[in-house]
Structure formats: C-alpha cells, structure tokens
C-alpha cells in the first residue's frame, strides 16, 4: 500500500500563487510515476501534470507556463508550483501514485486539498 496526503491549499486571489504538497509513505518501492489530477464541481477528473521515475514529465495544456511539478525523494514528497493562478483553477487537487502490483497497474490516490483561487 501507498499513503499520500495532500496539503497547501487555500484561497488565493487571482494572478496569485500557492505550492501543494504530496508526502508518500509505505511501500514506495518502484512507483512508477506521480502526478497532480484536479476535479471542479460538476466536472470530470484530470491530468495536470505528471512527471514519471526517470524524470519525464507531461502537463495539461491549461497550466503549462504557470505550473511546475517537482520532488524530493529523500522526503518521498511531491510538489505542485502554482503560479499565476486563474479562478479556473478552482478545483480540489488530488495526489497520484501509479505502481505495478502483482503485474497489475494501481492506482493510489490522496484524500484532496482545495484550492479556491478569486476574481
């Protein structure tokens, strides 16, 4: 099993900014890769960024430029810069682990933080 837990969200005015955090325990060995999806009210989940075990990254068209995902595998923590912020933003944002269990992709997934950005 994999633990994520979320946290540095918050509201914030427009043009502002905010870094989420993702921290990671349990059993961490060989994650794949790990990302950022978000989820507005009446909306579909979705990517934001990603960025796999050898470095590569990909991120929603809507954040490229603004956003930046980074970590830190000596605290196994997972970061989201988020710069320039939109009300569009406006989402809860969820912490993605993917690893291969028993030759079976899983996915793990945080409990959420919401970020509130205002007009």
């Known amino acids: 099993q994999v633990q994520l837990v979320e946290s540095g969200g918050g509201l914030v005015q427009a043009g502002g900014s905010l870094r989420l955090s993702c921290a990671a325990s349990g059993n961490i060995f060989r994650i794949n890769a790990m990302g950022w999806y978000r989820q507005a009210p009446g909306k579909q989940r979705e990517l934001v960024t990603r960025i796999t075990s050898d470095g590569s990254t990909n991120s929603a068209d809507s954040v490229k430029g603004r956003f930046t995902i980074s970590r830190d595998n000596a605290k196994n923590t997972l970061y989201l810069q988020m710069n320039s912020l939109k009300p569009e933003d406006t989402a809860v944002y969820y912490c993605?682990?993917?690893?291969?269990?028993?030759?079976?992709?899983?996915?793990?997934w945080g409990q959420g933080t919401q970020v509130t950005v205002s007009s």
């Open positions: 993605n682990a993917e690893k291969k269990v028993t030759g079976i992709w899983v996915d793990y």
